[in-house]
């Protein structure tokens, strides 16, 4: 907190997931699987999906409506729009700039952040920054994929996992006075093992062809067991270095928010950071995967249902594709 001008705080939030919906019943007549092993493995019953048409930008402005309105501002009241996603509308131009438009948020500075799954709380800790030095008041943060396009139903080891959703929060000056806030971010990636899980074609490196079609390159591809073992390791470590950094235990922390990638994963790191199941947000059984979204949507439902409240230390946590991984520490 040393050497800032100003503290920044989510003032809202909002969240949206797409009525369609893609259950383990169905995965069953798609791949050899059931809906015991899915549920037992991972957590989930199903993942949403959207209707044709349906793009990113629309679940993210669904969310984005919600939040601005819970922040009490208007849409051009906004200084930043920062998207968290892997699955823009399209690869240019950015899906920041599409929302700015359909937001109507005027002139305001709009980009995307490509971190995967821990895209969100990279972008909130980017916002954290602008605020904290200033000028910038009100910044718009996105996490929202649609994924279900990059899946190929007919790998059992990925159709499982993925979803499409959206969440939004309003990052804001606080005032003097204000007792919520963001207390610290660490963030973090390994390049080296960036091979665990890819999207193989589409950029530079394989542009799209008959080829990329025909050995199924569109899709994800993605080593399981070794993430896993990453995921655990990465957040625990996370969450370890915000605690140290604001001289706080683990019993302080009122709410953790991990990246709901699959329930054992979560159940592990509570495990590793010693704290209670009963203190982690766990919303992986109705949405699965949702990448970038998964954190902000998770703390939007436990906003929205009273458990989370003013005043409690919120710990956010996620790892994703790069490797990247992160944690941020809050007031809410
Ligand atoms: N249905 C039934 N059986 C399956 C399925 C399935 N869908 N998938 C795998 N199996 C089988 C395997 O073939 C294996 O059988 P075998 O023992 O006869 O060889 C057995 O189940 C165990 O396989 P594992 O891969 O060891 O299963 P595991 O318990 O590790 O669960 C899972 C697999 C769910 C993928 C788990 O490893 C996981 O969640 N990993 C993390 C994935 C992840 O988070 N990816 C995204 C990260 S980045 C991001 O979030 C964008």
Redesign the pocket.
């Known amino acids: 907190m040393n050497n800032v001008l100003y503290r920044s705080r989510i003032s809202g939030t909002g969240s949206y997931l797409p009525e369609g919906l893609i259950t383990n019943k169905y995965l069953e007549t798609l791949?050899?699987?059931?809906d015991e092993?899915?549920r037992d493995?991972?957590g989930i019953k199903h993942r949403h999906k959207v209707k044709d048409g349906q793009v990113t930008s629309d679940l993210a402005y669904e969310a984005a409506i919600i939040a601005l309105k819970e922040a009490n501002i208007s849409a051009n009241e906004l200084d930043m729009i920062l998207f968290a996603t892997?699955s823009p509308d399209q690869i240019m131009p950015n899906t920041a700039c599409v929302l700015q438009s359909k937001l109507k948020a005027g002139d305001c500075m709009a980009l995307d952040v490509s971190a995967?799954?821990s895209g969100f709380v990279y972008a909130l800790a980017i916002a954290d920054q602008f605020i904290k030095t200033g000028p910038l008041k009100n910044i718009l943060v996105v996490g929202a994929e649609v994924l279900t396009p990059y899946v190929n139903y007919k790998d059992?080891?990925t159709c499982?996992?993925f979803g499409d959703g959206a969440g939004a929060a309003v990052v804001t000056r606080a005032r003097p006075d204000d007792e919520s806030t963001i207390y610290s971010h660490h963030l973090h990636a390994d390049g080296e093992i960036s091979d665990l899980?890819v999207l193989p074609a589409g950029g530079s490196k394989m542009p799209f062809s008959q080829e990329v079609l025909d050995k199924e390159l569109q899709y994800v591809k993605?080593k399981?067991?070794e993430?896993?073992k990453h995921?655990v390791r990465t957040m625990s470590k996370c969450c370890k270095e915000a605690l140290d950094y604001n001289q706080m235990s683990a019993d302080k922390v009122d709410w953790v928010i991990p990246?709901q990638?699959?329930v054992?994963?979560i159940q592990a790191v509570a495990d590793h950071f010693g704290i209670s199941m009963d203190k982690v947000v766990v919303e992986i059984e109705e949405m699965g995967?949702t990448?970038a979204a998964t954190v902000i949507v998770a703390m939007d439902k436990a906003i929205k249902d009273g458990r989370i409240k003013r005043g409690q230390n919120i710990l956010l946590t996620a790892?994703?594709?790069g490797i990247t991984s992160g944690s941020l520490l809050m007031k809410y």
């Open positions: 791949v050899d699987t059931s092993w899915v493995r991972t892997v995967a799954c059992r080891d499982i996992l899980f993605m399981g067991r993430i896993f995921a990246h990638a699959n054992r994963i995967n990448s790892f994703g594709a």
